[in-house]
């Protein structure tokens, strides 16, 4: 790991060039209780530059990035503006100096308009009405359309991301940090982020890009600086690096490659989805339209789709969350089971795993144990004998999750609350594919997780597929649907696309269908066959 | 005067504490903080505002100390839950125990005693009015200020930068402390601010309503007004409409009774509640509307990462 710190040795030693600089983070330390987040971490950024921080979950990205905003304090270390030692207190300070920043977590106020959101980010005494028509005028100028009278909650993950670029843009700022920003995003809608980002950088402005997204970091940056376990490992132009050589670096060993071999062509239908509609009841919801789906032995479906767009309301339907209006709108293993609950469903060898693995797949306060107990009690495995809780057997299972996941913790049974996300997420996958399941729905099944427990879930979804079973996969991951998925259809404000073959598949067929591009078409098609 | 007036008089004092104390709470709940302590602000008030109005014999100085001691209350469940982080609905309902039991113990010596009676301020020529005159012109000061209170409250919240801080802070703390607010100053503000409301509220009943003082006198006042904020979809013009509601139905119901009408007495001091909660929940049907003003963060602490 040493070798590429020889290779760039001059930028990270000094203030060479002091005026050139834009920002120079110099030896930061950052202990949180045991753990170092950032360990002598040194980062130099000049103007226009597009600087990429790349690292996997938990390396510190996020940590040097509030550190330079200010809404974290270093433990040691010091910041540099233009070649002046700076104290960054809080955010305020750093974006008076010119420092903005788009949040991966979005930093907005779901019941404010647009309007209102931005002026709780500029300082005090802004007109409304005025500062409606500069967002109009700096959104449009900047290709990033937006009406300043919408509610937030009304919006689309990517017109979120806008505000907040539209936001920082009002600013007028000398340094942009963008937290991984196009996780969000259609590859459309990430095209044009690219070209707003590198039309700043003409213009003079520095910006720091976060992201584990390898293709975009050659395509855009201009020089990167690459932190594991809070030290940095490397700094390297990522336009001389291949993909592969800057995932070795981010992870530092091989990354496991999964085996996608294909099974015998599929069999009979597992899960049936039949004219599925369902209003909802939140007003931030999304109803579900019409949708029809088959899911067959030996195959793995995937759902893609931007967050928002309905994945939400539609695991729900499946796993009997919310019941649908009709009986035969679910079928399980051909039997109609629309009103059936959660653990009726359960009982026909059904398996669910929803998408926020603390508080929804899992009680935070809660041994591992007891939460086997929770997916597992009405079914075999014998963790339930006579409405009694069999220890024993809870334990055996937790064992067995932690075996074949390699679910890394403290302690046997530790509370779910103290695993770390990705091993979490391997522990909630895990229970129930250990059931062996004949039929699986995960709802973004990697979701924040790191590159290598990534692989294992996947390969453990492969494999489940390959024995037989229906693998139902929700998730934004397009990477993640292109390894594993058979079959792809796409879920737009609640309609969702025919499922068609992977290979039939592209990147832009799938972003065009992300905006919606079968609703029209689904629309047509009603009104044709209706009189 | 005539009778119709006499009860409109009367139902606007039942309305005006519960309208003071609510819309204070209104605020303190915007900016997420719920304080369960009404109960016990508005008695602490109500035994200040005595205390200080017999001592002094000026029912204004009343006023300014009812308004001191709920602030008082206030800011212990301000220091307690935003400072130490304690739970918000343990530490308010412990508030309430705590001025009951304090109001009983200050009260004790002026238990009995005649109290002074905040008078109320004509408005010159306006009272001669024909109806309406001694109705809206000839109120004391707490009940102009209620009024004015509604509309102050509606203005900051939705046309100034101090009302879309609030609502920031209470829609998502998290956002707004990225943003460079500081989330528990502003939170110390508002429940200062319920307290004060609270604490008027408790002096208009020992000023006002019936100008003495006895122990318990708030009678479940402060958790009809806490009901009145959620069930008002947070809005103040609800608030105000909920409140004269209820003091309406529970005026009548006394009249009615005093005139004998066969109907329980059970049945008649339950109405108000019922009248209330069915006409707020009929007026909620706008679920965009409730969900936009819910405040999301009510009752979550928050702690700044450091």
Known sequence: MNESMNEQPSSAAGPENAADTLLEARNIVKIFGDLRANDDVTLTLKPGEIHALLGENGAGKSTLVKIIYGSLQPTSGALYWKGQPVAMANPAVARDLGVGMVFQHFSLFDALTVTQNIALALPPGLVMAELATRIRTVSADYGLPLRPGALVADLSVGERQRIEIVRCLLQKPSLLIMDEPTAVLTPQEAGQLFVTLERLASEGCGILYISHRLEEVKRICHDATILRHG???????????????????????????????????????????????????????????????????????????????????????????TLTAEESQVLLAGAPCGRENITSRRRRNAAFVPEERIGHGA??????????????????????????????????????????????????????????????????VGREVVLQPRILVVNQPTWGVDVGAAAVIRQALIDLAHSGSAVLVISQDLDEIFEIADRIAVISRGELSDAAPAEDMSLERIGLLMAGAHEKANQAGRTATTP | MGAFEAVIL????????????????????????????????????????????????SPIFGVGAGLLGGVGMSLL??????????????????????????????????????????????????????????????????VYFSFALVAIVTYMLFRTRTGLIINAVGGNHHSAHALGYDVVKVRYACIAFGGACSGLAGAYLSLVYTPQWIENMSSGRGWIALALVAFSSWLPRRVLV??????????????VQALGVAIPAQLLSSLPYLVTITALIMMSGDKTLTKVNTPACIGQPFAPER
């Open chain 1, 231 to 321: 030290k940095v490992v490397g700094r390297v132009d990522p336009q001389q690096e291949t993909a592969a050589s800057l995932a070795n670096l981010m992870v530092g060993n091989e990354v496991m490659v999964i085996k996608t071999t294909r099974g015998s062509a599929p069999g009979e239908p597992l899960l049936e989805l039949t004219e599925l509609s369902m209003a909802t009841d939140d007003p931030f919801g999304v109803s579900l339209k019409n949708i029809d789906l088959t899911v067959r032995a030996g195959e793995i479906v995937a759902v893609a789709g931007i967050a928002g767009n309905g994945q939400g309301e539609l695991f729900a339907a499946i796993s009997g969350e």
């Open chain 1, 363 to 428: 009680v935070p306060n809660f041994a591992l144990s007891e939460n086997v107990v929770l997916t597992h009690h009405a079914i075999g495995g014998g963790v339930v004998r006579n409405g009694l809780i069999n220890r024993l057997a809870a334990h055996a299972v937790n064992a067995q999750v932690t075996e074949m996941f390699d679910v890394r913790k403290g302690t046997l049974n530790p509370e779910a609350r103290t695993l770390s996300g990705g091993n979490l997420q391997k522990f909630v």
């Open chain 2, 10 to 57: 009367t139902i606007i004092t039942a309305s005006t504490p519960l309208l003071l104390a609510a819309i204070g709470e209104l605020v303190t709940e915007r900016a997420g903080v719920l304080n369960l302590g009404v109960e016990g602000m508005m008695i602490m008030g109500a035994v200040c505002g005595f205390a200080a109005a017999y001592t002094t014999g």
């Open chain 2, 77 to 142: 469940f301000a220091f307690l839950t935003q400072t130490l982080m304690t739970s918000q609905v343990a530490t308010g309902l412990a508030l309430t125990l705590l001025g009951l039991g304090l109001s009983g113990l200050i009260g004790e010596a002026f238990t009995g005693l005649p109290g002074v009676k905040l008078g109320p301020i004509d408005i010159p020529f306006l009272i001669d009015l024909p109806f309406v005159g001694s109705i809206l012109f000839g109120q004391d000061i707490l």
């Open chain 2, 242 to 255: 909920g409140a004269y509601l209820f003091g309406t139905v529970w005026i009548m119901g006394l009249y």
